[in-house]
């Protein structure tokens, strides 16, 4: 399941949310701090929408070109055999 996408270091390209097939990631607006005092500009980010539709596929992990994304496989305990 996808837990963290370190903002901080993104570049806004997007091929996270292009590569997702369960549509668990979004690129949306997120105001920036850079710039000129007073004015601020925005900038595309990705955001976690849909959580528990991640298939856990380890595309947006792979993919992302500053290597990011933290994906982690759900482990559910089986029962055992004996």
Do not use: Y
């Amino acid at each position: 399941m996808i837990e963290t996408i370190d903002l901080a270091r993104c570049t806004g390209c997007g091929i996270c949310d292009l590569v997702c097939p369960a549509d668990v990631i979004h690129m949306e607006d997120q105001p920036s701090r850079d710039g000129l005092a007073g004015m601020r500009e925005q900038r595309m980010l990705p955001a976690i929408r849909f959580r528990e539709h991640c298939i856990t596929c380890f595309s947006c992990e792979i993919f992302c070109p500053e290597k990011i994304v933290d994906v982690h496989p759900v482990v559910r305990n089986r029962p055992r055999a004996w």
